[in-house]
């Protein structure tokens, strides 16, 4: 496994502490083995999500002081729409307060009543937007997407022959855009290839469809296809990602991912109508076109954390080979994980490391709170729990996946951090057969893995 060094040296430092095994059994027993209310200060090493916890260089640090808070016509504003211009390649910038803001501009722009969105499967603020639209979402993830086990170096392609069958019986009048998420967070954080994004526009541009890119992660995307797919390897990131843009008609982004800040998003098109229409929209939703949302000092830290991503390709390669050396501790080890790892986290699959347990005793949850338990690692459930009920019968969902959820946040941990999490999986692994599963005792009616509560059967 290649082992690369940080790009980065550590300036300043934030204390952690370790609480001891019985102090961290009450805890998650007062937690309700439930993650996502453990406190902060209770975890070691955090790895629920890569979502805002990046943590800002200094150059970043020093753009705090610059915040320019004019209501209207922020300098700051000017050097984020230029960030953006130079690096993705769009002239029309709309700010926003985060991913999901972008997202529901964007859906009120395009999505008309009963009209039909396309994806490679889903995310869920981006489905909620459009179905709140009362659109419909169609997912056209390739197949294997779906096979945690499957090798596959695009898991998260485009079916390019269903997306033309599904434009063919709906008739093109009846889409109102098709969403290319990279690097596809839901499927694992897995790629879609060049090629994959090429076929793509072309088949939507014969039907005058428009593609819209959830870019959340397209740093991390076209790095793999740099690792990955051939005629890329010699090319810098920067222009891959740029390439990559070229065939989209705009892009909806939550800069609290690739963009290295704790807070902040937007939308970028090259289509005047979309942007007309959802420059219209920001006043509305989340604040004035030139700051939307977001104070001069965050928009100021987000135009260098664009910039700073491209810089040159180390920050990115370390960043992908890092989560991946992660992995593979673990997949040595005998760990049970989805394979290949994706950008950004490393799942296990619950089901094989819980064998013994029946899904109706949650082994995603009983394993995440365990490991917990084990080393002070917080992780995140997605099995049974996320999956939810059906909101009209409230039969539960099933689940075909029962996976935890290993985040690694940008630029936060060492190896050694990882490498501490990584051997308190493996110590629980071999004692696998000792852990006994969960019961519900407490589910709230919507999104019910945020604050459900659990006791040991
Ligand atoms: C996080 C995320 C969003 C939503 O962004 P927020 O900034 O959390 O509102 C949208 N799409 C993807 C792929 C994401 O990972």
Redesign the pocket.
């Known amino acids: 496994m290649d082992y690369l060094p940080p790009p980065w040296k550590i300036k300043m430092v934030e204390k952690v502490n370790l609480l001891s095994r019985s102090g961290r059994e009450s805890a998650v027993k007062e937690a309700g083995f439930n993650t996502f209310l453990l406190k902060s200060r209770d975890v070691f090493i955090d790895l629920l ?4 916890t990046s943590a800002m260089s200094d150059n970043q640090w020093a753009g705090l002081m610059l915040g320019d808070e004019a209501y209207a016509g922020s300098e700051n504003f000017y050097n984020l729409e230029k960030a953006v211009k130079d690096v993705y390649g769009f002239s029309f910038v709309v700010p926003t ?7 529901h501009l964007m859906a009120r722009a395009l999505v008309q009543k009963g009209q039909h969105v396309l994806s490679n499967m889903y ?4 489905r909620e937007h459009v179905e709140r639209r009362g659109g419909i979402w169609q997912d056209c993830i390739v197949p294997e997407a779906h096979d945690p086990q499957k090798d596959k170096p695009f898991k998260g392609n485009f079916d390019i022959a269903r997306t033309g069958r599904l434009i063919k019986k709906l008739g093109k009048n009846k889409i109102a855009f098709i969403r290319v ?6 499927a694992g954080g897995q790629p879609v290839s060049m090629k994959n994004l090429e076929d793509l526009k072309t088949l939507a541009e014969r039907h005058e469809i428009p593609v819209i890119m ?1 870019a ?2 397209a740093l991390e995307n076209a790095y793999f296809i740099k690792a990955r797919e051939k005629g890329w390897e010699k090319t810098p990131v920067k222009k891959i990602l740029k390439n990559m843009m070229r065939f989209t008609d705009g892009i ?6 690739d963009n290295l800040v704790n ?3 937007f939308l970028a098109t090259r289509n005047k109508k979309i942007f007309e229409e959802t420059k219209t929209l920001v006043v509305v939703y989340e604040g004035l076109h030139t700051y939307g949302g977001m104070s001069g000092r965050d928009m100021e830290a987000l135009a260098r954390g664009i910039r700073e991503m491209v810089e040159n390709d180390d920050y990115v390669e370390h960043r992908v080979k890092q989560v991946e050396w992660f992995g593979g501790l673990l997949k040595e080890a005998g760990v049970p994980i989805v394979v290949p790892v994706g950008g950004h986290a490393v799942y296990l699959d619950a089901k094989k490391f819980l064998s013994h347990l029946p899904q109706s005793q949650y082994p995603a949850q009983t394993l995440s709170a365990s490991i917990y338990e084990e080393c002070a690692v917080r992780s995140m459930e997605r099995g049974i729990v996320s999956a939810g009920r059906d909101p009209k019968t409230r039969k539960e969902h099933g689940s075909k996946l029962e996976l935890v959820r290993l985040t690694v946040p940008r630029r936060v941990y060492t190896n050694d951090h990882l490498g501490f999490a990584a051997e308190g999986i493996v110590n629980l692994f071999k004692k696998r057969q000792t852990i006994r599963g969960l019961k519900m005792t407490y589910e709230p009616k919507q999104l019910r893995f945020f604050q459900a509560k659990f006791r040991r059967v």
Do not use: L, W, Y
């Open positions: 999500t890569d979502s805002g307060h985060q991913g999901r803001a972008a997202e995310f869920t603020t981006s998420e990279a690097n596809c967070n839901m959830d959340t992660r909806t982004v939550s800069s609290k991912k807070i902040g998003g």
